[in-house]
């Protein structure tokens, strides 16, 4: 049995997850690199806006907001 795919969207809150994947190329592949997602990086979702889009991530002791959009590109286990 295969196991579905986990993005970063579907972390709950406050539950630590970790960076399997990123499914993206190109600059936005790299703009993520740069913030510290990488492959076996921890991050726990802590803050969510009031429009449900940003959310912000704890990562590498640093807390970065980022788009439902681009959340999807980041494929985690938890």
């Known amino acids: ?6 993005t970063l969207n ?3 809150l406050h539950t ?3 960076i399997k ?9 790299r703009r993520l690199l740069d913030l510290g997602f990488v492959e076996g990086a921890c991050i726990t979702p802590v803050l969510i806006s009031p429009s449900k889009d940003p959310r912000a ?4 002791n640093t807390l970065i907001a980022i ?3 681009d959340a999807n590109h980041i494929q985690i286990h938890f």
Do not use: A, V
């Open 16 to 18: 630590k997850g970790y």
């Open 57 to 60: 991530f704890s990562i590498r």
């Open 1 to 6: 049995m295969k196991c579905q795919e986990k």
């Open 21 to 29: 994947k990123l499914n993206c190329t190109g600059n936005i592949k």
């Open 67 to 69: 788009r439902k959009e």
């Open 10 to 12: 579907d972390l709950p």
